[in-house]
């Protein structure tokens, strides 16, 4: 399952009553059309609109959360190293809009975010070091087998669901691999 359609998934469980979820996608990032294919036929499926909102600069993403918090429920951010750079400015304007979030890694729940869901960074830097070991012994990089995350982690923030009046369902504080108090 695409990783974004799962964010979906989760975030309306969080939030059972949702009849819109936002996507905030970077344009410029090739990660864009596949997060929003994934996205869109996760909502159908869950019966919700989805919105998509663009944003490749900080004022882009604040307009973004000004605008769809008049539109969403909940709001995706889709992984992109350009929002992984402004972890600590996104947290903020969802928290001011008070539109709820899923990010795509725990530093966003650590940083006061609702909830994460995405691969283990730790897993995806030992694949890493595996494939860095066969190439120094000798393996053609073009022969080796392009592989997916495999363990995926979620992390959910009990303080700001507080602050944002949302209930955190047993099925997700129980599978959650970070809670934070």
Same mark, same amino acid.
């Given at each position: 399952?695409?990783? $974004? &359609? =799962? /964010?979906?998934?989760?975030?309306?469980? #969080?939030?059972? +009553?949702?009849?819109?979820?936002?996507?905030?996608?970077?344009?410029?990032?090739?990660?864009?059309?596949?997060?929003?294919?994934?996205?869109?036929?996760?909502?159908?499926?869950?019966?919700?609109?989805?919105?998509?909102?663009?944003?490749? $600069?900080?004022?882009?993403? %604040?307009?973004?959360?000004?605008?769809?918090? *008049?539109?969403?429920?909940?709001? @995706?951010?889709?992984?992109?190293?350009?929002?992984? $750079?402004?972890?600590? /400015?996104?947290?903020?304007? *969802?928290?001011?809009?008070?539109?709820?979030?899923?990010?795509?890694?725990?530093?966003?729940?650590?940083?006061?975010?609702? @909830?994460?869901?995405?691969?283990?960074?730790?897993?995806?830097? /030992?694949?890493? !070091? #595996?494939? &860095?070991?066969?190439?120094?012994?000798?393996?053609?990089?073009?022969?080796?087998?392009? %592989?997916?995350?495999?363990?995926? /982690?979620?992390?959910?923030?009990? =303080?700001?669901?507080?602050?944002? !009046? @949302?209930?955190?369902?047993?099925?997700?504080?129980?599978?959650?691999?970070?809670?934070? +108090?």
């Amino acid at each position: 399952m695409q990783v $974004t &359609a =799962k /964010r979906l998934e989760l975030l309306c469980e #969080l939030l059972p +009553d949702a009849r819109a979820i936002g996507l905030l996608v970077n344009p410029k990032s090739p990660t864009a059309e596949p997060s929003i294919r994934g996205a869109a036929a996760a909502a159908r499926a869950k019966n919700v609109q989805l919105s998509v909102f663009n944003a490749s $600069t900080v004022s882009e993403i %604040e307009a973004a959360f000004s605008t769809a918090v *008049a539109k969403v429920q909940g709001m @995706i951010v889709s992984a992109d190293p350009f929002f992984d $750079t402004q972890r600590e /400015r996104l947290v903020e304007v *969802a928290a001011w809009e008070k539109l709820p979030s899923i990010y795509f890694e725990d530093e966003f729940p650590n940083a006061g975010g609702l @909830i994460s869901y995405g691969s283990s960074l730790a897993d995806v830097y /030992r694949q890493m !070091g #595996l494939y &860095a070991g066969k190439i120094l012994k000798g393996a053609k990089p073009s022969e080796l087998p392009v %592989e997916q995350p495999t363990k995926f /982690r979620m992390a959910i923030n009990l =303080k700001t669901a507080r602050q944002l !009046g @949302i209930s955190i369902p047993a099925s997700l504080s129980f599978t959650a691999d970070v809670v934070i +108090d």
